[in-house]
């Protein structure tokens, strides 16, 4: 009986640090997920009010030959879902900082594409420029 409950603790003390081990597996991989999406957009504050640049991306996105699927506007933010050519999808999301000023975000892809990216924010610029 003796040697049962120590058995018994032993395994409860080794399951405890297992699930520990688990959980700081999981916070890290979760981390590293966050740092990936965060590094991979590229972002700019522009002089134009949040109405004139979701115009601007919806006719650069045109004029790219790369469909809208999903366009949500609010008072001071926007987010335009589209998809490129080889199928990844594109975020743009618009936040509005002052009248007279937005922050524009892209991402191309999970993983994020700073070329096609930067390539996106330098046509939508030419419609407010």
Known sequence: MHKRLVNLLLTAVLLLNLSG???????????TGTALWLGG????EVNAPLKKVVTSVTSALKDMR????KTTVKEDVAQ???KYTDGRIIWI????ITEK???IEIR????????VSTKILNRIKN???
């Open 108 to 115: 191309v892809g999970m993983k994020g594409d700073k070329e």
């Open 21 to 31: 081990c688990v959980a700081v597996v999981a916070g890290a991989a979760g981390g």
């Open 101 to 103: 000023s937005s922050q």
């Open 41 to 44: 957009k590229v972002s700019e």
């Open 66 to 69: 790369l469909e809208v699927t």
């Open 127 to 129: 419609y407010f420029l």
């Open 93 to 96: 999301d618009v936040k509005k």
């Open 80 to 82: 335009i879902k589209s």
